[in-house]
C-alpha cells in the first residue's frame, strides 16, 4: 500500500502565506490522483476544502489553494487567520483505493 | 442544508458485529462516490471503504477487507457499513463523507471494540 508524507506541522503569523504539502512514496503526485484535501479542528469532524488538485466548494475560504508543486500535492494558505488553526490532511487515489497522509498540525502564531 | 447523519454506533466485544448507517440529507448522494473514513482516539484519518455511484464499484483498505462490507441504497440516500469480526484496533470514530463535487461530511459514529 502506498504512503502519503505530509509535514507533521507548521506554523504561520497571522497574514502570512504558508505551503502544505503531500507527497507519495509511489512516485510524483499527478492529476490522476486526484488530490483532496481536508480541514479538522479539535473536537469537530474534518471538512473537505479542495478535492481534485485545484477544485473549491462553496465553504472553501478563498485564502485556500489547492495545487500541484513539482512531484507533490499542494495546499497554499495566503493571508492566514487565526480561525485556520487546525489538522489539514491530504487524501490521494490510487484507483479504487484511497490513502490518507499523517496530517499537518498547523499553527497560527 | 445538506447533511449526513450517521448511526449505529457502540460497543461491542471483540469477535462481535455492528452495522453503521449514514442518511444524506438536502443534497443527491447518488451523484457521487461514499467513503467510510474513521479516526481512532488521538490519531489520523484513516480510510475504510470507498462505493461508487451505482453501488457495484467497492474497495476496502486491507486492514479491514473480508469483514466489513460497505453497500448504498440510493432510494433511501443511505450508506451502510457491515463491520464483522471486530478487532480491538477497529476502536475509533467513523465518518461517512461524499467525494468530489458533493464533499459533505457526517458527525461520526464511535465504534469501541472492548471486552
Known amino acids: 500500500q502506498a504512503v502519503v508524507t505530509q509535514e507533521p506541522s507548521l506554523t504561520v503569523s497571522p497574514g502570512g502565506t504558508v505551503t502544505l504539502t503531500c507527497a507519495s512514496n509511489t512516485g510524483a503526485v499527478t492529476s490522476s490522483h486526484l488530490a483532496y484535501w481536508f480541514q479538522q479542528k479539535p473536537g469537530q469532524a474534518p471538512r473537505t476544502l479542495i478535492y481534485d488538485v485545484i477544485n473549491k466548494h462553496s465553504w472553501t475560504p478563498a485564502r485556500f489553494s489547492g495545487s500541484l508543486l513539482g512531484d507533490k500535492a499542494a495546499l497554499t494558505l495566503s493571508g492566514a487567520q487565526t480561525e485556520d488553526e487546525a489538522d489539514y490532511y491530504c487524501m490521494l487515489l490510487y484507483g479504487g483505493a484511497r490513502v490518507f497522509g499523517g496530517g499537518t498540525k498547523l499553527t497560527v502564531l | 442544508e445538506a447533511q449526513l447523519v450517521e448511526s449505529g454506533g457502540g460497543l461491542v466485544q471483540p469477535g462481535g458485529s455492528l452495522r453503521l448507517s449514514c442518511v444524506a440529507s438536502?443534497?443527491?448522494?447518488?451523484?457521487?462516490?461514499m467513503d467510510w473514513i474513521r479516526q481512532a482516539p488521538g490519531k489520523g484519518l484513516e480510510w475504510v471503504a470507498s462505493i461508487n455511484e451505482d453501488g457495484r464499484g467497492t474497495y476496502y483498505a486491507d486492514s479491514v477487507k473480508g469483514r466489513f462490507t460497505i453497500s448504498r441504497d440510493s432510494a433511501k440516500n443511505s450508506l451502510s457499513l457491515q463491520m464483522n469480526s471486530l478487532r480491538a484496533e477497529d476502536t475509533a470514530v467513523y465518518y461517512c463523507?461524499?467525494?468530489?463535487?458533493?464533499?459533505?461530511w457526517g458527525q461520526g459514529a464511535r465504534v469501541t471494540v472492548s471486552s
Open positions: 438536502g443534497f443527491n448522494p447518488n451523484t457521487c462516490w
Open positions: 463523507a461524499s467525494e468530489y463535487t458533493c464533499g459533505h
